[in-house]
């Protein structure tokens, strides 16, 4: 049996800043993040450095006792913290009458495992109020202890090291069959894992899929999360799944919607459609955490090493999924925002991630699971460029080799670690 890091210890969540900073501003801040990511952990931090308790919502007679009673727990004058608040539905009202009188930054932290806006109903009750924090898996920095610095370095304009890492093919494999749930990264064995994914899908289905809608053809479910997690890293191709599962296309697009309100997937827009000629418009899915993603499919790290065609196939769409998650758990943490997308033209062009700077300037970022860069990695970069102008973009190709080297005055050839590990 290989050996699996196993997470021992508690992780500091970068988050836990973001969001301690995002009270001092907004009236309501919204943490959400799927199911078992950590946000529990958060709110308590959350509570203990603003003095205030957390009100579990998760508890049912927590919940009877803030229905009966919403202003005796609501009406505080510390934050009051909520976790899972969307099983109080009514508690959302009371909290905007509370606003309308008062909209002080600070007033509520709510906490939840759907997707913010996926309930029409909760979302109009706090439109315009509300500062929503997204809380992804652990990423690789948290799980070393080590604060990345990629994309905000990148989005200031700024270069990372060239210098070399200590990762290769076998451990990006690794990390990504791994995943970054803090639940299963605690378990011993790569069996225990495969358990504890296939209990999480069950219960995200069965559970938090039913709170936000009735399904009549639940059985789909399974079936289409696997869909998905066979088109990670690829173009949402709605009419393709539903060919392949023998479903109506209507109810596949709108079962696709509640898996991404529940945080099995989610999709990354198409970058410069307004802006650029022959720029398509249909997005890419990924799932959000490549350690269930590879549960589904049934993918090992030996079966993602393994010299086949297929598997090589299958890495190269999970790694792009596990760095641009990455990239985007980063790209969350900044001050300022920033819009990340992926860009493809009609013609076949394509870039995997653009990160669009304030400036209007961009970064075109490629992820190779080869551990060399061929003159036709650059392609869709090199296209970019001559739509806006090479001082306009700066590229980026990850790989999986050791070494970072330039390849042009705005190219750079780095390895994926770069992502996390320290200048």
Not at 238 to 244: D, K, L, P, S, V
Not at 266 to 277: K, N, Y
Not at 402 to 408: E, L, N, T, Y
């Amino acid at each position: 049996m290989s050996r699996i890091f196993q997470l021992k210890k508690p992780v500091a969540r970068r988050v836990l800043d973001v969001a301690l900073q995002r009270v001092t501003t907004s009236p309501v801040v919204a943490l959400v993040g799927p199911r078992a990511s950590g946000k529990s952990t958060v709110l308590a931090s959350m509570a203990t450095v603003l003095g205030s308790e957390v009100l579990d919502l998760d508890d049912p007679a927590v919940v009877r006792a803030v229905v009966a009673d919403p202003m005796r727990f609501l009406d505080a004058e510390r934050p009051v913290l909520i976790d899972e608040y969307a099983r109080a539905p009514e508690a959302l009202e009371v909290i905007k009458r509370l606003l309308n009188r008062d909209s002080r930054p600070g007033r509520f932290v709510l906490a939840g495992s759907t997707r913010y806006g996926s309930v029409p109903a909760i979302a109009q009750s706090l439109t315009g109020r509300v500062d929503i924090v997204p809380l992804w898996p652990l990423s690789q920095g948290e799980l070393l202890g080590t604060e990345e610095s990629f994309v905000a370095r990148l989005a200031a304009g700024g270069e990372p090291s060239l210098g070399d890492v200590d990762e290769d093919r076998a451990g990006y494999a690794e990390r990504t069959v791994s995943g970054g749930m803090p639940m299963a990264l605690r378990l011993p064995t790569a069996a225990a894992r495969a358990r504890w994914f296939d209990q999480y899908v069950q219960l995200t289905l069965e559970k938090d899929v039913a709170e936000i809608a009735k399904v009549r053809r639940r059985v789909i479910l399974p079936r289409l999360a696997a869909a998905v997690a066979a088109r990670t890293g690829q173009l949402l191709n709605t009419t393709e799944i539903a060919r392949g599962l023998g479903a109506d296309r209507n109810t596949v697009e709108d079962y696709l919607r509640l898996l991404e309100a529940v945080f099995l997937h989610h999709v990354l827009p198409a970058w410069g459609t307004t802006l650029l000629s022959r720029a398509a418009s249909t997005p890419k899915v990924h799932f959000v955490d490549t350690g269930l993603a590879s549960r589904l499919l049934r993918v090992t790290k030996e079966k993602l090493l393994a010299a086949r065609p297929s598997a090589l196939q299958q890495f190269g769409h999970l790694l792009e999924t596990f760095v641009v998650g990455e990239i985007q758990k980063q790209a969350h943490w900044l001050e300022a925002p920033v819009d990340v997308g992926h860009w493809r033209t009609h013609d076949g062009d394509e870039v995997d991630l653009v990160i669009e700077r304030v400036d209007g300037s961009v970064v075109a970022i490629e992820v190779k699971s080869a551990a060399d860069v061929r003159a036709d990695d650059l392609r869709g970069i090199n296209a970019l460029s001559r739509k806006l102008g090479h001082d306009q973009v700066t590229g980026v190709v990850l790989h999986t080799g050791r070494s970072g080297w330039r390849i042009g005055k705005n190219v750079l050839a780095l390895p994926i670690a770069r992502l996390w590990q320290p200048d």
